[in-house]
């Protein structure tokens, strides 16, 4: 059957799909990969890689506007459902893997990115769920890919005035599970908003959730097609994902101080697996999103002097750059006595 020129995706979000895009990587075959498949330990690795990257490019076909082909729909449910699977389901060895963590990136994570904004209940809420899964499992290989995610995907929906009820609280889920692990959260914070180069993407998850749970974002929009219960059921969500995280941190920060004082010399501390809830539904909004408090992340073990100073270095980095857009010669001034910028004309 013949394939539409463009996918199915939510209005407010033109630009999503193209903050991951590849292009002609939909068209590339799979010796396109063919650099990490040699490096599979055997056989059996090979071909398992080779399945899983034929389900990641058939899950990234476009669908036609208006009304898709249900056969095309149901090839993109079925290709997600068993992604999802292997992702549940793999072991460490082919989970620790160059090639497997390859397809990760140049395969899913561009598929995720088409799919998440896709008006199709389901096969929104199962690109959520491989989101979490990836958050779990594989952090440490797609920091920049989870930024993306979290940035240009799900904050805009949750602030656009065009998303509706259905997207925004399957996103809230998505928060809320992501509160339930403080190393998670705590590696967002230290990853990206205390990285001078980097946005403070945890802070505008936060004020996000903060504004959704006062009833601020309200506007004309979300009126015409949120409902107050609706809108009630949003804010009670995004609170309880706020006191999550807040008991989830501090329940944290008080087993590593008693693991510190019990092993005093042992640095690397972690926390076992949480259990998963095994409960779902027919459209997957009740669909199983397992949380991990595995601290995988060595920057959670620096000391706390470190994060501050990094921290503040990027609000006085951010100060400079306020005074130079307001005046040149004051913002060179501040940044120089800071250490950002020399008196250097090429560094300037």
């Known amino acids: 059957p013949a394939v539409g020129s463009s996918p ?25 990969l063919g650099e990490h498949a040699d490096k599979a330990l055997n056989p059996q690795h090979r071909d398992a890689l080779l399945v899983f990257s034929y389900l990641c490019k058939l899950s ?10 249900p056969r095309l729909v149901r090839s993109k449910r079925m290709a997600l459902d068993l992604v999802l699977i292997i992702l549940q389901n793999c072991g460490p060895v082919f989970r620790s893997s160059e090639p497997f963590i390859a397809v990760l990136q140049k395969l899913l994570c561009i598929s995720l990115v088409k799919n ?16 979490v899964m990836l958050m779990t499992n594989f952090k440490e290989h797609l920091r920049n890919e989870i930024g993306v995610f979290i940035e240009q995907i799900f904050l805009r929906i949750l602030e656009s005035g065009n998303s ?32 001078v180069d980097e946005k403070n993407i ?26 107050p219960h609706q809108e009630q ?28 004082k019990s092993n005093p010399m042992d640095e690397g501390i972690t926390e076992p697996k949480a259990e998963v809830d095994g409960d779902s539904d027919e459209d997957g909004q009740g669909q199983a ?15 706390p002097t470190t994060i501050i100073e990094q921290k503040q270095r990027k609000v006085e980095l951010k100060i400079g750059v306020n005074k130079f857009n307001m005046k ?21």
């Open 8 to 32: 199915t995706r939510l209005p407010e979000l033109p630009l999503a799909a193209a903050a991951l895009s590849t292009p002609g990587l939909d068209e590339a075959p799979p010796e396109a």
């Open 164 to 195: 509706t009820y259905q997207h925004k609280y399957r996103v809230l889920q998505v928060f809320y599970k992501l509160c339930t692990d403080a190393s998670t959260a705590l590696e967002l914070f230290l990853n990206f908003d205390c990285d």
């Open 289 to 303: 999103m397992p949380t991990s408090t595995i601290i995988s992340s060595p920057n959670l073990l620096r000391l």
């Open 202 to 227: 945890f802070e505008r998850m936060i004020d996000c959730l903060s504004k959704i749970a006062q009833g601020k974002y309200t506007s004309v929009e979300h009126a015409n097609i949120i409902q």
């Open 116 to 131: 998440s904004v896709s008006s199709i209940p389901k096969i929104f809420s199962l690109s959520l769920q491989i989101f």
């Open 233 to 260: 059921e949003l804010k009670t969500l995004a609170l309880q994902a706020l006191v999550t995280l807040m008991g989830s941190i501090v329940d944290w920060a008080r087993r590593m101080t008693e693991g510190q």
């Open 60 to 69: 990234m076909k476009d669908l036609a506007l208006g009304q898709p082909d």
């Open 328 to 348: 040149p010669k004051r913002g060179i001034e501040y940044l120089t006595q800071n250490g950002f910028v020399t008196n250097d004309p090429t560094a300037l």
